[in-house]
């Protein structure tokens, strides 16, 4: 069956489906799609935020009924609530956090790794500060919250797709030890997530709570570059142990990293932590260290606005063919000097989520 044909498959799935205000799927101004890509297909109904419970069960129907389209890859069906017309412009971001959904019941501590920008390593970062976890013994899981650009199957050498347990939810993939989901995972390596903000944040949502992660000691999420409506859908959506903020030396980096830690602080998410990435270029022919992005910005920062400095990580030749082959570091060669970095990071990391919480804020405020 091509493209064309699972489509026409996939409405005719739907006809007969009923919003419950008895307008039909097909055809209501609601509904964007169905949509098929590499296999999967994709539909978003627009909701209110006070309707969510009672286009629930629609979302399941209709995620059911694409699921069983012959050819069908995978299916998703995601509730998007914009916001209400009558909403005042500006609204401050909330000081406190709400009360979080019951989601990862069986998580004991979700950390964001955050960057300000992309092309600073933080996926890397991420993957490798998880093994660095997992060294220690623990149970560790890793989100791939990035929707335009996942990386987690690359890094982590994933092929494939999540199977679908009895209870209709995702199970996520395993690798070197991790628990792992990735949007990558469900969709073809070169299809382009052409989705609007409301998709993808409904689409992160689905994954922390329709993927059956378990009995966890970490979930790290990797996050999306930025600080827009998925990073607060996140933040403010999730029960938060705290962020890492990962970035380069550079001025330029810095100023976007100054942005992640004022998002964090502002839906008062403590500071776990600051990574340098990049912090200087080892010469694989005479072992020379080169300082491409300059030095020490991260950690004087870090000092400046006083949260903990969790230490630097070099850009090796062997650090991007590991990540490449799909072989992160800390699993190729964790005696080695980057191994060590990084399960030393993670340590820190570790007894930072053990400490109290008052300590960790008191620590951010120099007391």
Known sequence: MDDTDRLSAARAALDGLV???????????????????????????????DEAAAYAETRAAAEAALR?????????????AEKSSTSPPNL???????????????????????????????????????????????????????????????????????????DRRLKPMQSHGLFAMSMGLMVDAETAMVW????????????????????????IIDMPPGTGDAQLAIAQGTDLSGAVIVSTPQDLALIDA?????????????????????AHFICPDCGAQHEIFGSGGAAAEAQRLG????????????????SD????????????RLGTIYTGMARALWSALRAEPDHIQKTQLGV
């Open 68 to 80: 069983a389209v012959p050819g069908c890859d995978g299916a998703i069906v995601v509730l998007t």
């Open 196 to 219: 609007r903000g409301p998709m993808v944040m409904s689409a992160i949502t689905q994954m922390l709570a329709e993927v059956d992660w378990g009995t966890l000691d970490v979930l």
């Open 307 to 322: 949260v903990p400095y969790l230490g630097a990580i070099p850009l090796t030749m062997e650090l991007r063919a590991a």
């Open 92 to 166: 401050k971001i909330q000081d406190k956090k709400p009360a979080p959904p019951p989601v990862l019941a069986g998580v004991t501590h979700v950390v964001a790794v955050a960057s300000g920008k992309g092309g600073v390593g933080k996926s890397t970062t991420s993957v490798n500060l998880a093994l660095g976890l997992r060294a220690l013994g623990l149970k560790v899981g890793i989100l791939d919250a990035d929707i335009h650009g996942p990386s987690l199957p690359t890094l982590l050498g994933l092929h494939g797709r999540p199977r679908v347990g009895s």
């Open 325 to 336: 082959s799909g072989q992160p570091i800390v699993a190729r060669d964790p005696e080695g």
């Open 19 to 49: 919003l419950p205000d008895g307008t039909p799927v097909l055809g209501s101004a609601r509904v964007s799609g169905p949509i098929e890509a590499g296999g999967r297909i994709s539909l978003a109904i627009s909701i209110t935020p």
């Open 258 to 278: 100054r942005r992640g830690i004022a998002m964090f602080r502002k839906v008062d998410v403590p500071i776990l932590g600051v990574i340098e990435n990049m």
